[in-house]
Nanobody
Framework: QVQLVESGGGSVQSGGSLRLSCAASEWPYSAYYMGWFRQAPGKEREGVAVTGSDGTTTYGDSVKGRFTISRDNSKNTIYLQMDNLKPDDTAMYYC????????????????????RGQGTLVTVSS
């Protein structure tokens, strides 16, 4: 069974930075779309960032210019560098993986990635 394990969440003041990591268990990791989505209490799920096996990246509008996603195939790990954090970034962040990009494209319509981590909480105070 594939497992995704997130780490790096925590509490930070507005304007601060955090780096999230997501480690995947052994599997054809390099062929998958890997990314992050988040969900705040009372709000819909929101796509944060996704990276393809070819290294392409896509970001949600609300995090463009502040967040950077990267992957290290040798370590089966992806990262999310979050800079200039804002209180609106407060949410549970989930790592996701799927051989299809559909989960990213249809997230707000209820699409579920094939694999998902347990989540890591990010809290940004003003």
């Amino acid at each position: 069974q594939v497992q995704l394990v997130e780490s790096g969440g925590g509490s930070v003041q507005s304007g601060g930075s955090l780096r999230l990591s997501c480690a995947a268990s052994e599997w054809p990791y390099s062929a998958y779309y890997m990314g992050w989505f988040r969900q705040a209490p009372g709000k819909e799920r929101e796509g944060v960032a996704v990276t393809g096996s070819d290294g392409t990246t896509t970001y949600g509008d609300s995090v463009k210019g502040r967040f950077t996603i990267s992957r290290d195939n040798s370590k089966n790990t992806i990262y999310l560098q979050m800079d200039n954090l804002k209180p609106d970034d407060t949410a549970m962040y989930y790592c996701a993986a799927d051989i299809s990009i559909s989960w990213w494209l249809h997230l707000q319509q209820g699409a579920v990635p094939r694999f998902r981590g347990q989540g890591t909480l990010v809290t940004v105070s003003s």
